[in-house]
């Protein structure tokens, strides 16, 4: 039995978008007057909600971190911090065979809708999915469990067939939100995850190529 429905986290899975985010969180730690990150302390980061992130970075202060929230996605969004980003080699190619061989995919992403929206169009990639599950730019949706349950609703208004579903990710909260729903996880090694994250997952790919045949395509 093959997987009928795939949905595919986008940060760190699809686009290498670590410099964008990177820099959007200086440049709001800047205009918080707090200390700079340093890249290797990045990775905490990335994958959590954003307004979580800044709740930590805040010191639990909630208001400060609203306020960061803003700053950051006026930078990432207007300021171009979302085109700061490459596509992983090959991952494109992947998922264009999973919608050739009748799969359903969906997006399942706690980044924001508008910068999807940026991303998706920039790098032409937004036509490959029946669904774009994303956290809302109200951020009334923004947990990775959340995203996956506006995902599989959405697909199921489309008839999707959900009899077996797996969400590729590369990080602990891809698994932890998948297994709110009782659906199995890929990782993938070329993101910001790290052994330890990997172990959670029902299998890992290396390459892209590892990742196609793990989806059955190959």
Known sequence: MTYTTVLWDLDGTIIDSRAGIFNSFNHTLDALGLPRLAREDLN???????????????????????????????????????????????????????????????????????????????????????????????????????????????LELLDADLSRVVLVGDRIHDVEGAREHGIEVILVKWGSGDESEWGQADAVAETTQDLARLLGLS
């Open 44 to 154: 905490q980061y990335i994958g959590p909600p954003l307004l979580d992130s800044f709740i930590a970075i805040c010191g639990g202060d909630r208001a400060e971190a609203e306020r960061a929230k803003a700053i950051y996605r006026e930078r990432y969004i207007q300021g171009g911090g979302a085109l700061e980003a490459d596509v992983f080699e090959g991952i494109l190619d992947v998922i264009a065979a999973s919608k050739a061989q009748g799969k359903f995919n969906s997006l399942a992403t706690s980044k924001g809708l508008s910068g999807v929206q940026i991303v998706g169009e920039h790098f032409d990639f937004l036509h490959l999915f029946e669904v774009l599950g994303t956290a809302s730019n109200d951020g009334y949706r923004s947990t990775k469990a959340d995203v996956i349950t506006y995902a599989l609703a959405e």
